[in-house]
C-alpha cells in the first residue's frame, strides 16, 4: 500500500494538511467546524406542570333557579321563637335599657367638646388722624357726632346698628363693612362712597355731587328736593337700593335703583337696556 501511495505522488503524511496540493488535482477543502453541543436535559421533576384549579367553574343556572323560588325561598330561614321576642320575654328587656352611667358619660363628653372660637372684637375708635376721622367698631350707637371741616374726610369702618352725624361741610366720607348703620350729612364737597355694607340708611341735608354704592345689599337714601336733586348715583354689584326725595312738608316719595338689565347686539355693537318687569 505504500509503495501505491508513493507511486501515486501523494504525501504519506496523513491527515493531509490544509491546503495541501495533491498531485493532479485542486488542493484539498478545509474541514468543517464540529458544531457545538445540544445542552443537557433538565432533570426529572425540575419542571411543575401547573396545578388545575379544584374549584368548579360556577354555575348561573344555579343561581336563577334559587330566584325563582318564589315564596318558598323564605324555607331555609330560621323561625323567631317567642323567647326570641323582646315583647314576650321579660328578661331580654333588661339588657336593652340604657344605663344612667352610661347617660351621663354621653353627656360629659358632649360638654367637653371643644366650642367654636367667638369672633375677635376691636375696641371702638373714634378720632382724629391728620386730617381724616377715623370712625372704627362702634356699636349700639346712637349719639355719634363728629363737627367737620372742609378739608377733612371720614372714615367709617365695621359699625353695627349706630347713628353718625357729621355736621358742617367735609370733603369727602367712606362707610366700609357696616351694618344697619345711619349716617346723617350736611354738605360734602367731593363723594360719598358706601362699600361693603347692609341695611344702611343715608341722609343728607344739603348736596353731594356723587354718591357711589359698591357691593351693597340694603341702601335709602334720602336727598331734598330743593337742593339735593343734583346729584349723581353710581351703583356697582348692589340691591335693594332706594333713593327718598323728601319735599318741604316732610313727606317723600320713593324710587328703586334698577338691578336687572338686557343687552342685545344692534347695529354692529352690544347695546344694554334696563329689563322690563312684566306682571
Same mark, same amino acid.
Given at each position: *500500500?505504500?509503495?501505491? *501511495? ?13 491546503? +495541501? ?12 467546524? +464540529? ?11 425540575? $419542571? ?12 348561573? %343556572? ?54 367654636? /372660637? ?15 376721622? @377715623?370712625?372704627?367698631?362702634?356699636? %349700639? ?21 349706630? $347713628?353718625?352725624? *357729621?355736621?358742617?361741610? +367735609? ?14 350729612? #350736611? ?16 341722609? $343728607? ?7 357711589? *354704592?359698591?357691593?351693597? #345689599? ?13 346729584? =349723581? ?6 340691591? =335693594?337700593? %332706594?333713593?327718598?326725595?323728601?319735599? =318741604? ?7 328703586? $335703583? /334698577? ?13 344694554? =337696556?334696563?329689563? @322690563?318687569?312684566?306682571?
Amino acid at each position: *500500500i505504500s509503495t501505491q *501511495i508513493k507511486s501515486s505522488g501523494i504525501n504519506a503524511e496523513w491527515p493531509l494538511r490544509p491546503g +495541501a496540493k495533491v498531485s493532479g488535482g485542486a488542493p484539498a477543502a478545509p474541514a468543517a467546524p +464540529a458544531a457545538p453541543a445540544a445542552p443537557p436535559p433538565p432533570p426529572p421533576g425540575s $419542571v411543575v406542570a401547573p396545578a388545575a384549579s379544584s374549584a368548579p367553574a360556577p354555575n348561573p %343556572n344555579a343561581l336563577f333557579a334559587q330566584l325563582n323560588q318564589g315564596a318558598a325561598v323564605t324555607k331555609g330561614l330560621r323561625k323567631v321563637t317567642d323567647d326570641m321576642k323582646t315583647h314576650k320575654n321579660p328578661s331580654l328587656r333588661e339588657s336593652s335599657v340604657v344605663k344612667a352611667d352610661d347617660l351621663q358619660k354621653n353627656k360629659n363628653a358632649a360638654k367637653s367638646t371643644k366650642a367654636p /372660637a367667638a369672633a375677635k372684637t376691636f375696641p371702638p375708635k373714634m378720632k382724629l388722624d391728620g386730617k381724616k376721622w @377715623e370712625v372704627e367698631h362702634q356699636a %349700639n350707637r346712637q349719639d355719634l357726632a363728629i363737627n367737620a371741616e372742609a378739608t377733612q374726610s371720614c372714615y367709617v369702618f365695621k359699625c353695627n346698628n349706630s $347713628v353718625l352725624t *357729621i355736621n358742617n361741610k +367735609a370733603n369727602s366720607v367712606t362707610l366700609d363693612g357696616c351694618k344697619r348703620m345711619s349716617l346723617v350729612v #350736611d354738605s360734602l364737597i367731593a363723594s360719598m362712597d358706601i362699600v361693603n355694607c347692609q341695611s344702611v340708611k343715608i341722609q $343728607v341735608n344739603d348736596k353731594v355731587p356723587t354718591i357711589n *354704592i359698591d357691593k351693597t #345689599d340694603g341702601c335709602q337714601v334720602f336727598v331734598h328736593k330743593k337742593s339735593g336733586l343734583d346729584c =349723581e348715583f353710581v351703583t356697582a354689584k348692589s340691591s =335693594e337700593v %332706594n333713593i327718598c326725595v323728601v319735599e =318741604e312738608n316732610g313727606e317723600y316719595s320713593e324710587s328703586f $335703583v /334698577a338691578e336687572q338689565f338686557k343687552t342685545t347686539w344692534k347695529d354692529g355693537k352690544f347695546v344694554t =337696556e334696563l329689563a @322690563e318687569i312684566v306682571g
